[in-house]
């Protein structure tokens, strides 16, 4: 079956550019995280859903980043008025039930220039 | 907090010499412990897991058990192939923090043919 899905796949953004990127999870899954991942780092948690309940959004840096999955499967990241420090790989991971195994996608390459 | 700290790259080792990744964690509760590879292009996979003490994770010749007494989960390989070049994290979750995985820095491996 199709594994996790992510789009755009690279992203350039001028500063101050509001950005939207999109995760499909794999069909199913109750689970859903975001993770950031910066150049030469381990990815970093962002943000985790349980269906459409975000359950936990204590990774977010700032409050221009703000996620959403409002009917439970498709979720989206946005981040606000881009700053370069946000430029960054962002990973989507999915899971079903909570505590096994996350499967995640491609990710999505974020430039903010 | 929960964190994991492993052994700094780069690494550069002859084909079919023997491979040795160190990782430790810091945890409450129980964790499970992961390695995670990230190939040249592609995304984060997972390579092996273990969920308790003692338990040996294995796949594609590589192993790594789940040491509590040195809160440790070292990754090996008895003999490693051109194909192994990739960036390996160690990582952990723990069911208290909702199944978020925490990462290690990555290490990177290179395999000289």
């Known amino acids: 079956g199709a594994g996790v899905s992510q789009s755009p796949r690279y992203k350039v953004a001028k500063r101050g550019q509001d950005v939207a990127l999109r995760c499909d999870p794999i069909?199913?899954?109750?689970?859903l995280f975001w993770y950031q991942q910066a150049l030469g780092q381990g990815p970093e948690f962002l943000t985790y859903f349980q269906n459409e309940a975000q359950l936990d959004k204590s990774g977010l840096p700032s409050d221009r980043f703000f996620a959403e999955r409002p009917e439970g499967s498709v979720s989206t990241l946005k981040i606000q008025r881009t700053q370069q420090e946000d430029s960054a790989v962002y990973l989507c991971?999915?899971?079903?039930?909570?505590?096994?195994?996350?499967?995640f996608g491609p990710g999505t390459r974020l430039l903010v220039l | 907090g929960n964190s994991v700290t492993q052994m700094e790259g780069p690494v550069t080792l002859s084909e079919e010499a023997f491979l040795t990744i160190n990782c430790t964690y810091t945890a409450t509760g129980y964790p499970s412990l992961f390695w995670y590879v990230q190939y040249p292009g592609e995304g984060l996979q997972l390579l092996l897991k273990?969920?308790?003490?003692?338990d040996k994770g294995s796949n594609k010749g590589f192993e790594a058990t789940y040491r509590k007494e040195t809160t440790s989960f070292h990754l090996e390989k008895g003999s490693v192939q051109v194909s192994d070049s990739a960036v390996y994290f160690c990582a952990l979750s723990s069911y208290s923090s909702a199944s978020k995985i925490i990462f290690g820095s990555g290490t990177r491996l290179s395999i000289r043919p």
């Open positions: 273990a969920t308790k003490a003692d």
């Open positions: 069909s199913g899954h109750v689970s």
């Open positions: 991971a999915s899971s079903s039930p909570i505590g096994e195994t996350q499967y």
